[in-house]
């Protein structure tokens, strides 16, 4: 299987730790692609018309789009159960938990491009400061989960909550997480113990 | 249960047509919230930091966000493997075509936005036009698609189709999807004699 990856994305770094994490690092290849909104590459439309990272591209031919499905996917591949329970009650929590996280890093990124991509004199203040206000919120929500998180077995939300994190210290550095949340900045630091976790950290922006 | 909803809302269309189509829609009472970027909502966001469309409020106050993951609940609450099949062949076909259809409605709403939302001197074609261009490549692809789709027992796939489809007609008119994509046209035909795709179709815009 190959993996379109870029190091700088969260949603590729979150399927590059997941297949670390499940023993299938070594069966996925990482294609190095860059993507840039408001710019055509047609190339990259042929893979996927979404113009997004990451994509899996089966031995087979067929793609398969967005982080969450991948992770689903190469967890039924590694046995299932792993990084979603199969049943029980977590189950349903850590599919909400991870739908939050996924929606806040949708945000963070829309808040980058508006900050850091779009035309000067085209940015729309109220746009990147309703975007940002979705992440930071979303992170205040998780500082009240953070201990209970680091309790867990290894799951889908946690990824998704250092991926966030780790997007918050590459493309928005001063906006004092670690301060605003120390319950998760201490889930952070815990997380790094994990080479999966550690390997993947965003390059300096 | 509660559904944040709005009849503009593609994603709230979704997950509606769904619950009628596993029979749950008399136990979820409809919501009615009007989101808008850019503009602070404090009541809403309490609800959900994303500030986004629909959201299930299951009867112990917990909520779950993205209409994928709502849709993923009310499935398994309607008994499993009814419109994201279990297992076999199809299960990854229809969630990977999903993630797709999901990824090119993002891409209408961002497309909305920046064309209709936006203060006029601070639109950029250039986004607009791409993520158009994502939208639309998304629809040839599935212009390849649409008679298997219709040939099968229902999924959340078709459902989302029909939503992109509808979206298409709501707030771009003018974009010529029928004519350039017949089996869609098709396909969005021989939907609409279900009730809850009729019952659901957007509002005139």
Same mark, same amino acid.
């Given at each position: 299987?190959?993996?379109?990856?870029?190091?700088?994305?969260?949603?590729?770094?979150?399927?590059?730790?997941?297949?670390?994490?499940?023993?299938?690092?070594?069966?996925?290849?990482?294609?190095?692609?860059?993507?840039?909104?408001?710019?055509?590459?047609?190339?990259?439309?042929?893979?996927?018309?979404?113009?997004?990272?990451?994509?899996?591209?089966?031995?087979?031919?067929?793609?398969?789009?967005?982080?969450?499905?991948?992770?689903?996917?190469?967890?039924?591949?590694?046995?299932?159960?792993?990084?979603?329970?199969?049943?029980?009650?977590?189950?349903?929590?850590?599919?909400?938990?991870?739908?939050?996280?996924?929606?806040?890093?949708?945000?963070?990124?829309?808040?980058?491009?508006?900050?850091?991509? #779009?035309?000067?004199?085209?940015?729309?203040?109220?746009?990147?400061?309703?975007?940002?206000? #979705?992440?930071?919120?979303?992170?205040?929500?998780?500082?009240?989960? &953070?201990?209970?998180?680091?309790?867990?077995?290894?799951?889908? &939300?946690?990824?998704?909550?250092?991926?966030?994190?780790?997007?918050?210290?590459?493309?928005?550095?001063?906006?004092?997480?670690?301060?605003?949340?120390?319950?998760?900045?201490?889930?952070?630091?815990?997380?790094?113990? #994990?080479?999966?976790?550690?390997?993947?950290?965003?390059?300096?922006?």
């Amino acid at each position: 299987m190959k993996l379109t990856f870029s190091p700088a994305s969260p949603f590729a770094r979150k399927v590059r730790i997941a297949a670390i994490e499940l023993g299938l690092i070594d069966r996925i290849e990482l294609m190095p692609v860059t993507v840039a909104p408001a710019t055509r590459d047609d190339e990259y439309s042929k893979i996927t018309p979404l113009k997004k990272l990451p994509v899996l591209i089966l031995d087979d031919g067929d793609v398969m789009v967005d982080s969450y499905v991948i992770v689903e996917y190469l967890d039924e591949l590694a046995g299932g159960g792993k990084l979603v329970p199969a049943t029980g009650p977590l189950r349903w929590k850590i599919k909400r938990d991870h739908s939050l996280l996924q929606g806040m890093l949708d945000a963070m990124l829309l808040c980058r491009y508006e900050n850091m991509v #779009r035309p000067q004199e085209l940015r729309w203040k109220a746009w990147s400061d309703d975007h940002w206000n #979705r992440a930071w919120l979303g992170m205040a929500r998780f500082e009240q989960e &953070a201990e209970a998180m680091t309790g867990r077995p290894l799951d889908i &939300a946690q990824i998704a909550l250092v991926c966030v994190l780790g997007y918050a210290d590459f493309r928005f550095a001063d906006c004092g997480w670690r301060q605003a949340y120390p319950k998760l900045n201490a889930f952070h630091d815990r997380m790094l113990e #994990r080479p999966s976790v550690k390997i993947s950290l965003p390059p300096k922006a």
